[in-house]
């Protein structure tokens, strides 16, 4: 697993020891990404079951300006530390140890809305459709805040939501990919 382009490219990211977690394929984050274009310029970045911290850090090396990871898995956490310290950008992106399945409120204390948010729950764990709500209500996206989900390609795209309007979805394999636009 490597960073892909931008300022820290082909730089290589540990990853998580075991099959706790499923990072995203180069390939897939590549097409993400040049989907988003210069829309990561300047973005602040919250990634949701980060994993390895791969699509943040991805972010950062394209131009966003902050960005905060969660995850709950303490050999993710310690995945994306190390993956911090060797870009040398702890002073750009944070780390929070979370169970994303509670309340979110939180992530709108004291901080700066998020313009670009990544979800990857786990595929089996039914965690979308409820994350989506929650992140709805915490307060801490931006207005138009774009929102980019991975699934499995048999689950279903995320369902209706009245505050989110489905803008793009594609397909890599087994691998869904539904871009959702924040609507306030």
């Known amino acids: 697993m490597r960073i892909v382009a931008g300022t ?5 990211l540990q990853a998580v020891p075991g099959q706790h977690t499923r990072p995203t394929a180069d390939r897939v984050r ?6 988003l274009g210069d829309g990561v310029v300047g973005a602040r970045v919250l ?5 390895t911290g791969a699509l943040a850090l991805e972010a950062i090396s ?3 300006v902050q960005a905060l990871c969660i995850d709950n898995h303490p050999a993710a956490l310690a995945a994306i530390r190390a993956n911090i310290d060797q870009l040398a950008v702890a002073d750009r992106v944070r780390i929070m140890r979370w169970d994303l399945t509670g309340e ?3 992530l709108a204390l004291g901080a700066i809305p998020f313009d670009l948010v990544f979800m990857d729950p786990p595929y089996a764990a039914g965690l979308l459709d409820k994350t989506l709500t929650r992140l709805a209500a915490s307060g801490a996206l931006a ?5 980019v989900v991975e699934h499995g390609h048999r689950s279903s795209a995320p369902s209706a939501h009245p505050d989110y309007m489905p803008v793009d979805a594609r397909r890599y394999g087994k691998t869904l990919v539904s871009f959702l636009r924040y609507v306030v």
């Open 143 to 147: 207005p138009d805040a774009l929102v």
């Open 104 to 106: 979110m409120r939180r």
């Open 47 to 51: 990634d949701l079951f980060a994993g």
């Open 30 to 35: 590549e097409s993400v990404f040049n989907i």
């Open 8 to 12: 820290f490219r082909g730089r290589r």
């Open 62 to 64: 394209r131009g966003a």
